[in-house]
Structures are given as structure tokens and as C-alpha cells.
């Protein structure tokens, strides 16, 4: 019965029925009530439909992922650097799969439904008593990404936190090094002061979100889990030589 259901939860129907209903009523406040500049979408037409890793900078808890959701649904209908009219949503491109903390995608029926467009949950941070522990990847987490690689594109956010230029974690890079997947860079902007923290309220309407997809990263997946973590956090531009180059990164550092 658990397999059933899991298979169930899995199917395109599930998933194409949620991005559907989460697909609509996020597309107003990213393209509409505010405005969304897409670069990058060329490096997405040809990347193969498993063992693609996703990495990213990370702003909010859900409006993030949500518009990553929108863009490769997009780029499966041709699109080019803008969403344009919705349609894509009718027949929803559902192999994608996001690492998410176990913790956030059960605090409420919200979460719980994102849940089902494809959430990896992990227990890499846990509360106690207000304050973020941070734990290392472990055995079962990394499975679960593996499994989900072999079959979808995987979105993570290496800092795992919503904190800008905070360190990223070497469970990415370990992921990187073991499975060795096509790793996308993505830089994300504006979506902390577009939304509050979980991206599901509006701080400040007409902002500009910019998405940015980079090339594919050369990586030598023989080179030091330390070496890979390094370029990729440069290439997310959250390594400590961005810190300070611009005016937005000051900005979203101060209103932490």
C-alpha cells in the first residue's frame, strides 16, 4: 500500500495537478505584480532529462523554487528568456526534483502540497529552541538525491540557507564528486525584497527578480570535495570576492 501511494504521489498527475494549481496562482506576483528578467534559458535546451544538478543561491523558502518550476516548464514548451503566456502549465514538464529541509516542508498545508511537486526532504538543519543547528549531509539524504538524479533534474541550494554569503556545505560538493552530474549554476536576485522569508507574502511590489542560468561547469570530479565546493560558490557568486561587489549584495545583507 505505501509503494502504491508513493508511486501515486509520483505519477504525473499528481505532480502535473500541482504545479498546475501552485503554477497559477504564483505566475501574478513573478511576472506580473512584479517583473521577472530571465537570462540563460539557451543553456536548458539541450541538457539531457537526468543527472542535473541545480545550484544555487537561495533568497526565500518557496517563491525561489517556484519560479524555477515556472522557467523549465517554459523551456520544454521553446520558450525563450520569458515565461509569456501560462499554457506551459497545461502539460507541465514534472521531472524536476528540489532538496528541501524536512522541518520547513512540514510546517504547514501549504508546504505540505508544494511537497508534492517533487521535495527531497532532508534533515540537514533542525531548530532548537529558535536557533539553526547545521548538520552534515548524511547516508540516507544522499540516496534520496541519487535516486532522484537518475531520472530528473535536482535543484539545491548549497548554503541551505536563506542567508546571503553564508558557507556553502560540502555535502554538495561530496554529491558532485560522487555522482557526477551536468551542474548548473543559477543566480538568483530581488527575492528578498520582493517577498518575506517564505515567499508567499509581498514585501515590495514592481521589483525586479533576475534569474540567471550560467554555463554548465567544467568540474574535475577528481579534484578535492573542498576545490568543488569552492567553485561552485564562486559560480553563484557567494564566495567572499562577491561580498562586497555590489550594491545589491550590501543591500541584502543589511536587511537580514
Known sequence: MKQW?????????????????????????INLINKLDIKGMEHLQKLPKQNVLFVSNHQTYFADVITFLHIFCAV???KKNKLGIPYYLL???TRVKYVAAEETMKSNWISK???LAGAITVKRTWRSEGTEIRRGLDASDTRKIQQALQKN???TFPQGTTKPFAPGR??????????QPVVIPVVISGYWRA????????????????VTFKE??????????????ALVMDSIEQSKKFMLKGKHHLMAVTDK
Request: hydrophobic share 45%.
Open 113 to 115: 502540497l508544494f511537497s
Open 153 to 155: 533534474w535536482v535543484i
Open 195 to 210: 517577498f518575506n522569508k517564505k515567499g508567499l507574502k509581498f514585501k515590495k511590489k514592481g521589483t525586479l527578480l533576475s
Open 170 to 179: 560540502k555535502g554538495t560538493a561530496f554529491i558532485i564528486k560522487q555522482l
Open 91 to 93: 502539460w507541465p514538464f
Open 5 to 29: 501511494l508513493a508511486r501515486f504521489k509520483e505519477s504525473k498527475l499528481v505532480k502535473g495537478s500541482v504545479y498546475a494549481i501552485v503554477g497559477l496562482f504564483s505566475y501574478p506576483g
Open 76 to 78: 520544454s514548451w521553446r
Open 216 to 229: 554548465p561547469l567544467q568540474i574535475d570530479y577528481n579534484d578535492t570535495t573542498e576545490n568543488i565546493l
